[in-house]
């Protein structure tokens, strides 16, 4: 079949950008190209794998999945079903992230990444500020695969450490970072993402409140001196985390931060740094 007739397939059956998005990826183009090359012949072993996935996404699974990879602050990443998808809020959480490393830390930082899922974060942090050691924590072997592999591919000297939150872990840290699950255990989500993405990276308990609680009840032993701690958070539980974290930490400074759509969707803890 030809390009063009391919395209009319995948148009019949998805989003008309998934289908040129998932043809382009296949024959190695740009999607523009497509349209400039509508009568080349696709060869009959892509040919089946562009059907299978477009039938795919007719029956549900996420375009990233299908693909294999997502694009996270501008580096490409493996991913598939045993780990979340970035969200556009990580990458917000990231960036606010490397913006405090570079303006409270001189020297290179001890960071970890607690629920580290494909480690998109974390991998990211090494890329894009001076570390000294970068470890990768999740309890899902399957997860921790894919952090493998993403270590493999961004040539990573990051540690990989198999533990629930920091129950395997003995070091301290300049930096803590986590995107925990925080989804109420019977709270409404899209049903794309319920249907597809790992239940246990997702949700955390009655009150979503499970694993900043797991995370802070522990923390005291895994700060430095001074320690930056970067939490994504549900856009209704900044005030909940706070009492948690007045709970479990005295004289520290607290911020929330909102994402580009204006919800609560960061929050910061400073130790002896503002």
């Known amino acids: 079949m030809t390009v063009e007739e391919l395209l009319i397939f ?6 008309s950008a998934h289908a040129k998005i998932l043809l382009a990826e296949l024959i190695n183009k740009n999607p523009l190209e497509l349209l400039l090359n509508l009568n080349e012949i696709v060869p009959k072993d892509k040919e089946k794998l562009y059907k299978e996935e477009i039938l795919a996404l007719k029956s549900g699974k996420p375009l990233q999945y299908v693909m294999g990879y997502v694009n996270f602050y501008g580096n490409k990443f493996y991913i598939n079903e045993d780990v979340l998808i970035p969200r556009f809020e990580t990458e917000e959480l990231v960036d606010n992230t490397i913006k405090y490393i570079n303006e409270f830390f001189t020297e290179p930082v001890d960071i970890i990444d607690l629920g580290c899922g494909s480690g998109v974060i974390g991998l990211t942090l090494e890329n894009k500020v001076p570390t000294k050691t970068v470890d990768l924590i999740d309890i899902s072997k399957k997860a921790l695969k894919v952090t493998y592999k993403n270590c493999e591919k961004h040539h990573s000297k990051a540690n990989i450490i198999k533990s629930d939150m920091f129950k395997n872990v003995t070091k301290k840290y300049d930096v803590i970072i986590s995107n925990p699950p925080y989804i109420k255990e019977n709270e409404k989500i899209e049903e794309i993402v319920k249907n597809n993405e790992p239940h246990l990276a997702l949700y955390a308990g009655k009150n979503g409140l499970d694993c900043y609680r ?5 923390i005291n032993n895994h700060m430095k001196a001074k320690c930056l701690i970067a939490f994504e958070i549900g856009m209704t539980q900044a005030q909940d985390i706070i009492e948690i974290v007045k709970e479990n930490l005295n004289n520290v400074q607290i911020e929330v931060k909102k994402d580009l ?10 130790k002896n740094i503002v």
């Open 214 to 218: 797991k995370i802070l009840e522990n």
């Open 261 to 270: 759509s204006g919800k609560d969707r960061m929050l910061f803890i400073f």
């Open 10 to 15: 995948g148009k019949k059956n998805c989003h």
